[in-house]
């Protein structure tokens, strides 16, 4: 959410507008949020929290290419789905002791108002490879429920995100954006608990997954595991 005064070579910011992004990533097991450390030139601030990948907006970009660069900037992270969700507008969402000293360090105005716009995303873990850049001196995957108080406001963005997440996962049937082509009920129902955040009945589950219309058999099971190999099933995306 910062932008390095001493640059030369960056756009003009919007000091009242930024985009900020919550990279879900699902390891088969946990539900994780992708996070960055935050860095002062080549000092990395480790008194501070980890914060989402953001910056403010350039005055001459709208805001969803805005929220596309500022992951590829910081993350190098590109080439994936990016979902405007909500935007946080408090007063004193940057008013925090540790957060007006970052600000004061890197922003030309650190006294302005911010609104930030919330982005979030699915991916597979194993498809992406965060490699921090700019003014992030590092990345992070951390699970769900292990994330420690962060900088700003952003524990507030990912609980919102999360939120969005269960809805979709409800209504838009989005898990096959963290599960493989072919894949498990095992898996497909231990991705269902950990965004929901509860257990699950593991008959009752299968029951309903086969009744569904997205859920699709294959004539396949599981190749090289050491216990009785599962069917697989495929998503109908249609």
């Not at 640059?7 to 990279?23: F, G, L, R, W």
């Not at 992708?34 to 008194?47: A, G, V, Y």
């Not at 953001?54 to 993350?75: F, H, I, K, M, P």
Request: glycine residues 4%; charged residues 30%.
């Amino acid at each position: 959410m910062a932008t390095l005064k001493l640059n030369k070579h960056m756009s003009i910011k919007n000091s009242h507008i930024s985009v900020d992004c919550v990279i879900f990533g699902f390891d088969f097991e946990n539900l994780k949020v992708l996070f960055i450390e935050q860095k002062i030139d080549d000092t990395l601030e480790r008194e501070l929290r980890l914060a989402l990948p953001g910056d403010l907006v350039n005055l001459d970009e709208n805001l969803d290419s805005a929220a596309y660069r500022v992951l590829t900037e910081l993350t190098s992270i590109d080439k994936i789905y990016l979902k405007q969700f909500r935007a946080f507008g408090n007063p004193n969402r940057l008013k925090n002791e540790k957060d007006q000293f970052w600000i004061k360090k890197v922003r030309a105005n650190p006294d302005a108002r911010v609104i930030t716009i919330g982005y979030f995303t699915l991916v597979k873990m194993d498809d992406v490879a965060p490699k921090a850049s700019s003014f992030a001196g590092n990345t992070h995957w951390v699970n769900i429920d292990e994330i420690p108080e962060l900088a700003f406001d952003h524990n507030q963005i990912v609980d919102q995100a999360m939120e969005t997440l269960r809805e979709d996962l409800e209504y838009k049937q989005i898990g096959y954006d963290l599960l493989p082509k072919k894949f498990t009920l095992s898996q497909l129902q231990r991705l269902y608990e950990v965004v929901l955040g509860a257990k699950l009945d593991k008959r009752n589950f299968r029951k309903k997954m086969k009744k569904t219309e997205f859920v699709v058999p294959l004539n396949e099971k599981q190749q090289g595991v050491l216990h009785k190999p599962a069917q697989l099933f495929k998503f109908n995306k249609s």
